[in-house]
């Protein structure tokens, strides 16, 4: 595109590569309100990875055997490296990893929900791998396709590495339900509790969901939460059953005419508090992020100080 082009030509050119089902790239002409919604959007993503670590994080050092230690460090090691591409993809748009991190940790910035309810028992990691990267994949896959190039490449290779995740999760929890009477319930207890929080994983009702319109249509969003939601029901019903595990709702059950499984709505208010900060993690959560950043503060002026000696930037 070249400077002489003015305002309509440019939102022009944009709409045309959306229609052709094309990538914009950070050089491209965009909207504010496109280049606002990827940012938003694209942090969000990246601090939930950021602050994902932290449930499963907790019972590294109590893994019952190398095996599992070995299996969980590389998955936490993981969400760290999703959430390195994810600033990276959101510093494409213009912003700055720090300048998200203070938004992050002063609380003007959001990271997913699930992230705030507690990990009470080691089935709590192979739950999270099962329900949680379940819901992840869902909702990611399509993100492969996002009109904005940067962003559709990065959850390309996170979405590889969150099928391992998944993984991990589904074949711990088929060695514990093919063990004790213990073990079994203790997978119950932790599918009950994890059930309706990774429902919401996926946001509000189509019908309270105020982005979902504009960015279907620009492309970033391919789906609508609800019919991802409805994907992840479909999908994860076969595999508690195979597992022998009970889904915490009494109106679960097949539709032969819609072709789907038929669900209770969640609790949409527990949605909105833990949002809006009041669930049961949220402060422990950003408390913990905060006292991360200012530790590593000696790390930041260290390489700030050997760029400045060396002539170049940070
Ligand atoms: N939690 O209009 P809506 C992972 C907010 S990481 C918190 O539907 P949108 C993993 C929403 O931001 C999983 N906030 O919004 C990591 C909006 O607020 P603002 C993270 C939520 O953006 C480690 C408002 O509610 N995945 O998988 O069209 C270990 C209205 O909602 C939530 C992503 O971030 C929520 N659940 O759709 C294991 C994926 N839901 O910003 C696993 C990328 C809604 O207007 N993000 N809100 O103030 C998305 O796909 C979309 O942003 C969402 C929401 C579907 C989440």
């Known amino acids: 595109m070249t400077a002489t082009l003015d305002e309509q030509d440019l939102q022009q050119g944009f709409e045309d590569v959306i229609a052709a089902d094309q990538r914009i790239e950070p050089r491209d002409w ?42 969980l460090l590389a998955k936490v090691q993981d969400e760290a490296g999703h959430g390195m591409y994810l600033y990276a993809a959101a510093e494409t748009l213009g912003v700055d990893r720090e300048e998200l991190t203070e938004k992050l940790i002063s609380g003007r910035q959001k990271y997913s929900s699930i992230f705030n309810y507690p990990t009470l028992s080691y089935a709590d990691v192979g739950v999270i791998g099962w329900l ?62 994890f059930w309706w929080p990774s429902l919401m994983m996926f946001g509000p009702p189509d019908a309270d969901s105020p982005n979902t319109s504009q960015s279907m249509g620009w492309g970033i969003k391919r789906h609508t939460n609800d019919e991802l939601r409805q994907r992840f029901v479909d999908m994860t019903v076969p595999q508690a059953e195979a597992l022998g595990i009970t889904l915490p709702d009494p109106d679960l059950r097949w ?50 100080a050997y760029a400045a000696k060396h002539g170049g930037s940070r």
């Open 132 to 193: 949680v990267d379940g819901a992840a994949i869902c909702n990611q896959v399509p993100l492969c396709r996002c009109s904005y190039g940067p962003y559709a490449r990065a959850m390309i290779r996170i979405c590889k590495e969150e099928s391992f995740h998944q993984r991990q999760g589904y074949e711990l929890l088929l060695a514990m339900v093919n063990g004790t009477d213990a073990q079994r319930e203790m997978v119950q207890e932790s599918t009950n509790r």
């Open 30 to 71: 965009m909207p504010e309100a496109y280049r606002k919604t990827l940012v938003r959007q694209i942090a969000q993503h990246a601090h939930s990875e950021i602050i994902g670590m932290q449930p499963e994080g907790n019972w590294i050092l109590r893994a019952p055997s190398l095996r599992r230690k070995a299996i």
């Open 255 to 304: 539709n032969a005419e819609r072709g789907h499984y038929d669900f209770s709505e969640p609790d949409w208010s527990e949605l909105k508090a833990v949002i809006s900060g009041s669930g049961p993690c949220n402060a422990q959560r950003l408390a913990h992020r905060r006292r991360a950043h200012e530790d590593g503060a000696w790390v930041r002026d260290a390489a700030a």
